[in-house]
C-alpha cells in the first residue's frame, strides 16, 4: 500500500533524484493496532535530516494526516516514510525549485520472534567499513550501499546481523541496528558523529535508561570494548532490542540492564497504543 505525495499509486518520476541519486531520507516504523510506534519522534529526526540536506520538509501538518490514512486501512504492518528532493534537470546540483516527493508504504510486518528478544542473537564482525563523512553522519539517507555489501558478507540464518567499523577500527552500528555495550554498569554507544545512523529507537534506549538511573555515555568505543562489557544489545524500532549472545568466541547472557530497558520499553510502547498490544 503506497501513497505518493498524497495518492494511491505505484510509481515515481524516473527523473526523481531519490531514484537517481539516492538524494532523500527516510525512516521506518512499526503500526501496531493502528498505532505508528513514536511518529513525532520519527517525523522530528525526519525533519532534522532534510535540514541537514537542504530538502524542504513537507511538515507535520501535511505527513501525519497520510499516516494516519494509512492506518485506517491497515492496523499492524512496517510504515515507511521516503522524502526526496524531488525530480529535476540530469545532473549532481541540486535545482532550488524542486518539490520534494514523498511517498509513504505500509508493507506486512515480517515477525521477528520473541526468542530473538529473550534469549538473545549470534552477531559477526562485518569485513565492510563505513566511511567517515561529518556531513552525513547520523543521517538516515536513501544511498544504504555500504550496508549492502556488509549484508552481503553471510547467510548463515543463525546469524542475526552484524558489526560494523569505521575506516579507523572503531565500533559504529550494525547493518540496521545500533549496538549498546554496558560497562561498569554504565551504558556505552558509540558515537555516530563521523558516521552511522543515530537511529530513534536508540534515543529512547538512551532516555528510558537515564530516567532509571543508569549512566550513559555515548563515545567513541574500540572495537576491543567488546571483550570488556558484561553485555551487548541491538536496537531498531521493528526489533526492539536484541540481547547480544555471541560474536566469535565472545559470548554474553542477556543481562539485568538489558532485561530492565527492555520491560520499560515494552511499557512505555503499551502507554504508546493505549495498553492494546
Same mark, same amino acid.
Given at each position: 500500500m503506497l501513497l505518493i505525495n498524497g495518492r494511491?499509486?505505484? &510509481?515515481?518520476?524516473?527523473?526523481?533524484?531519490?531514484?537517481?541519486?539516492?538524494?532523500?531520507?527516510?525512516?521506518?516504523?512499526?503500526?501496531?493496532?493502528?498505532?505508528?510506534?513514536?511518529?513525532?519522534?520519527?517525523?522530528?529526526?525526519? /525533519?532534522?535530516? &532534510?535540514g541537514r540536506l537542504g530538502i524542504p520538509f513537507p511538515g507535520d501538518s501535511v505527513l501525519e494526516p497520510e499516516v494516519r490514512q494509512l492506518c485506517r486501512v491497515k492496523s499492524h504492518g512496517v510504515l515507511k516514510i521516503q522524502i526526496t528532493r524531488g525530480a529535476g534537470p540530469r545532473g549532481y546540483r541540486p535545482i532550488a525549485d524542486t518539490q520534494p516527493t514523498r511517498v509513504l508504504s505500509l508493507q506486512e510486518h515480517v515477525s521477528h520472534s520473541c526468542q530473538a528478544s529473550e534469549q538473545g542473537v549470534r552477531v559477526k564482525l562485518c569485513r565492510s567499513r563505513l566511511g567517515v563523512n561529518p556531513a552525513l553522519a547520523g543521517i538516515k539517507h536513501m544511498n544504504r550501499l555500504e550496508q549492502i555489501l556488509a549484508r552481503s558478507e553471510w547467510d548463515d540464518v543463525l546469524i542475526r546481523e552484524g558489526l560494523m567499523l569505521d575506516n579507523a577500527g572503531a565500533l559504529i552500528e550494525g547493518t540496521?541496528? %545500533?549496538?549498546?555495550?554496558?560497562?561498569?554498569?554504565?551504558?556505552?554507544?558509540?558515537?555516530?558523529?563521523? &558516521?552511522?545512523?543515530?537511529?530513534?529507537?536508540?534515543?529512547?534506549?538512551?532516555?528510558?535508561?537515564? /530516567?532509571?538511573?543508569?549512566?550513559?555515555?555515548?563515545?567513541?568505543? /574500540?572495537?576491543?570494548?567488546?571483550? /570488556?562489557?558484561?553485555?551487548?544489545?541491538?536496537?531498531?524500532?521493528?526489533?526492539?532490542?536484541?540481547?547480544?549472545?555471541?560474536?566469535? %568466541?565472545?559470548?554474553?547472557?542477556?543481562?539485568?540492564?538489558?532485561?530492565?530497558?527492555?520491560?520499560?520499553?515494552?511499557?512505555?510502547?503499551?502507554?504508546?497504543?493505549?495498553?492494546?498490544?
Open positions: 494511491y499509486g505505484h &510509481c515515481i518520476e524516473a527523473a526523481d533524484r531519490g531514484f537517481q541519486y539516492g538524494d532523500g531520507v527516510f525512516t521506518t516504523l512499526p503500526v501496531l493496532a493502528g498505532h505508528p510506534i513514536f511518529l513525532p519522534l520519527h517525523l522530528m529526526r525526519l /525533519a532534522g535530516d &532534510c540496521m541496528s %545500533n549496538v549498546f555495550l554496558v560497562v561498569g554498569g554504565r551504558l556505552v554507544t558509540p558515537d555516530v558523529s563521523e &558516521c552511522g545512523v543515530a537511529g530513534v529507537m536508540r534515543s529512547v534506549v538512551l532516555a528510558l535508561a537515564e /530516567a532509571e538511573g543508569i549512566g550513559t555515555e555515548v563515545r567513541r568505543v /574500540a572495537v576491543d570494548e567488546l571483550g /570488556a562489557a558484561s553485555e551487548v544489545f541491538l536496537t531498531n524500532s521493528l526489533i526492539r532490542i536484541w540481547p547480544v549472545v555471541a560474536l566469535d %568466541n565472545l559470548a554474553w547472557t542477556v543481562g539485568p540492564v538489558t532485561q530492565r530497558l527492555h520491560r520499560q520499553l515494552v511499557a512505555r510502547i503499551r502507554a504508546e497504543t493505549g495498553g492494546t498490544v
